[in-house]
């Protein structure tokens, strides 16, 4: 942490021996979940006469600095393809988030017409139509082809992956911006601290960068293992975090958390003229309390995920000799479920997207369970359906209810139960 002898890592890719956050090589191995296809590979039929790549996936803590991680990255021109199914505006509770979030950020920074806000991973647009609406300046970035979606819904948008380069280019084009958000994209990048570079070269001198992340204290505590996937290349909590941010040159004024993503954390940063909020002293004090920073987190976390996996067989062997069980949407987190328990169509037979999803007709990458349309599949009536968008189950039980289905539901975490 101090005293830093050692460089920072500037690209990460394949096999990592030394933290992404540090760059010190004291990588503790906590949880090996196999080895997995990316996560959101889904397969056309044709490719599943082919072969599959599959890339280590193992969850590990640095004893440094404490920052959690993955140990392989896959490049991202193989994660983030251009056909990336992901869309933002279909999941409702999270375009309702980020209409709250644009709405403190206008209030809380005053922003206006002369404020340029930028997202970095800007997926359709729908965070900074938030903004818009605010009739702040708006621009995205986002590497992927869904930038073809925002674009035409008239959210401006630049196509490719964040880098020095392109602040550059969008600081010659369209001048600094005030505030720059990253939800959900922090964990994500493979150039931690050049991103974080171009991040500062974007940003005015009194600009705030909003970051989103899944916070690691409700992943350990929920048993959320489903999260872990190759996009993720570090799981946050505040100490490492606010030590990231520090060696670019950040400081952390505010810290929170929110209920998104099966619970995340959100900072705000800026170069020191804030004052540090009260929330980060406790924050930093809860995550000690929970063992966060001597580990013993990590090591029960470890013993619930095994424990979880063997309750998920059990409950499920048994609804499946009693009858048929289909899986209940294909979000990139239900690849891990899936593919750690070892759930083929043998068992999940299939597993249902709402209509118009562009996942329908595809098969889960690893485990090849075909994405069918929810309506059709629900008409089958399947005696149990197992939750694989756990983390939105509150939404999605009481509609199905509503909707005539009688049988029964499994939720696979944190603690594998039937409904
Ligand atoms: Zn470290």
């Not at 005293?3 to 030394?18: D, I, M, N, S």
């Not at 196509?159 to 600081?171: G, L």
């Amino acid at each position: 942490m101090s005293g830093q002898t050692v460089p920072l890592p500037e690209v990460v890719r394949g096999a990592l021996t030394h933290c992404q956050g540090c760059g010190h090589e004291t990588l503790e191995r906590i949880l090996d979940l196999g080895h997995h296809p990316p996560c959101d590979s889904l397969l056309m039929p044709a490719q599943l006469d082919e072969p599959e790549v599959a890339y280590p996936l193992r969850f590990c803590r640095c004893t440094s600095c404490g920052l959690a991680q993955i140990d392989y990255a896959v490049d991202p021109e193989i994660l983030f393809f251009r056909e990336y199914p992901y869309r933002t505006a279909m999941t409702r509770l999270l375009r309702d988030h980020f209409g709250v979030l644009t709405t403190e950020a206008t209030q809380r920074l005053g922003l206006g017409a002369n404020d340029l806000a930028i997202d970095l991973g800007s997926n359709d647009g729908t965070l900074l139509q938030g903004f818009q609406a605010h009739g702040v300046r708006v621009l995205g970035v986002e590497p992927t082809g869904i930038a073809d979606i925002a674009i035409a819904n008239g959210v401006p948008t630049v196509n490719a992956f964040f880098s020095e380069e392109v602040a550059d280019q969008i600081v010659a084009e369209h001048g600094h911006a005030s505030v720059i958000t990253g939800t959900n994209m922090f964990a994500h990048v493979n150039n931690l601290y050049p991103m974080l570079r171009a991040v500062s070269t974007l940003l005015g001198p009194d600009g705030v960068f909003v970051s989103e992340s899944h916070y690691l204290l409700d992943l350990l505590e929920d048993v959320q293992y489903d999260t872990i996937y190759h996009e993720h290349l570090r799981f946050y909590a505040l100490r490492p975090l606010m030590a990231i941010l520090e060696r670019s040159g950040f400081s952390v004024f505010d810290a929170e958390r929110s209920p998104t993503h099966g619970g995340s954390i959100r900072i705000w940063a800026d170069r020191g003229q804030r004052e540090p909020g009260p929330r980060i002293a406790e924050m930093l004090q809860l995550e000690a309390e929970r063992g966060l920073d001597d580990g013993s987190a990590f090591l029960r976390f470890r013993e619930n995920v095994l424990e979880s996996k063997r309750q998920l067989l059990e409950i499920l062997v048994e609804a499946r000799r009693n009858g048929r069980i289909l899986g209940l949407g294909a979000p990139g987190r239900a690849s891990t479920i899936l593919n750690f328990v070892g759930l083929g169509p043998d068992v999940v037979e299939a597993t249902l997207e709402l209509d118009g999803s562009l996942k329908i007709g595809q098969y889960t990458p690893g485990t090849h369970v075909p994405i069918i349309e929810e309506q059709a599949g629900l008409a089958t009536n399947p005696e149990t359906l197992l939750v694989l968008s756990w983390h939105i189950g509150e939404e999605i039980v009481p509609k199905l209810r509503e909707r005539g289905f009688k049988g029964k539901f499994v939720i696979p975490l944190p603690q594998p139960r039937v409904l």
